[in-house]
């Protein structure tokens, strides 16, 4: 038993000193700076909870971090998980050439986090751009999303949304999982495409919704590359495009005050960490597993 123990833990020796010397000794140095005031240059002064105290009481920025972040969440997360289930259940459909049709609607989830495809975005709603061109075709005028406040983060959460090929081939793989008999019973009993979609579809798919509900509520407290790239870095208009991480960025490599940007990443860790025991707990009335007795 021991000789089979010993065998095993040096099979897992790699991941085990891989694991503690990038995850857990990161996370355990991060959570020290963020007691300390530390500017990448001198040695790290000790200041306790000062920087979380600054961050909750003094910061009018991080605030407007936060709520601009938590907009973007609520509108980017459902917007994206809805579109890919709706095209998912468009591929879910026998047809010639699906393969092509699945890797065209998830390449662009492949170019998501490039710094290219976000310069593209820009000029694309930037003024004078193609989306303001078209819209002001047809009669709307908007001067261009990314240099208006009340639309530049609309900019960010169409990006979001439109790479949702990853939940989609997440929730085509789930769709493929449920029993064909199940939708003939319905069929048989009179139920139309919608009150299948309903009774049979979304309660069977339940536990991928759930899923990929928790996977890009994660994602989108985690998105970066976007509003950098859109807003050249500095969150703006008037801090319409701050999320919390350009935030983050901005505090650590801009101010070169690392203690207070590992304060607001350990903050971001309890929150993100709190959402997603929300988000479980919420769920549990809500998501069906075949074969459990409801």
């Known amino acids: 038993m021991r000789r089979t123990q010993g065998a095993a833990y040096l099979f897992l020796s790699p991941w085990i000193i891989g694991a503690t010397l990038l995850t857990v000794g990161p996370m355990l140095a991060s959570l020290y700076l963020s007691l300390t005031d530390y500017d990448l240059f001198d040695p790290p002064k000790w200041l306790g909870l000062d920087n979380y105290r600054v961050m909750f009481t003094e910061d009018d920025r991080f605030w407007a971090a936060v709520g601009t ?4 969440v ?27 049709y699945r890797s065209a609607f998830y390449a662009p989830s ?33 001067g261009g999303w990314v240099d208006q406040p009340q639309y530049a983060l609309l900019a960010l959460v169409a990006l979001a949304a439109w790479q949702f090929g990853a939940p989609m081939v997440i929730f085509l793989a789930g769709l493929k999982q449920i029993p064909r008999e199940l939708y003939e019973a319905a069929a048989i009993d009179g139920a139309g495409p919608l ?29 970066f590359t976007g509003a950098f790239v859109v807003s050249s870095g500095r969150g703006g208009p008037s ?16 101010d070169f005050r690392m ?3 590992s ?13 997603t025991l929300l988000l479980f707990r ?12 409801r």
């Open 69 to 72: 972040t938590a907009r973007y």
């Open 74 to 100: 609520l509108f980017s997360v459902p917007l994206k998980l809805v579109l890919a289930l709706a095209v998912a259940l468009l591929l879910n459909r026998p047809r010639r050439g699906g393969g092509l």
């Open 110 to 142: 492949l170019l998501g986090a490039s710094v290219s495809l976000a310069l593209v975005w820009r000029a694309m709603f930037a003024s004078g751009g193609t989306v303001d061109r078209v819209l002001a075709a047809v009669g709307i005028t908007t």
């Open 195 to 223: 009150r299948r979609l309903v009774s049979v579809t979304l309660p069977m798919l339940s536990p991928v919704i759930l899923f990929n509900l928790v996977l890009e509520t994660i994602h989108a407290f985690q998105a």
């Open 239 to 254: 801090d319409s495009t701050l999320l919390y991480t350009l935030y983050l960025y901005q505090r650590g490599f801009t």
């Open 259 to 261: 203690g207070y940007a």
């Open 263 to 275: 304060a607001m990443a350990w903050v971001l860790l309890v929150v993100v960490a709190g959402v």
């Open 282 to 293: 919420g769920a549990r009335g809500l998501v069906f597993y075949a074969g459990e007795d």
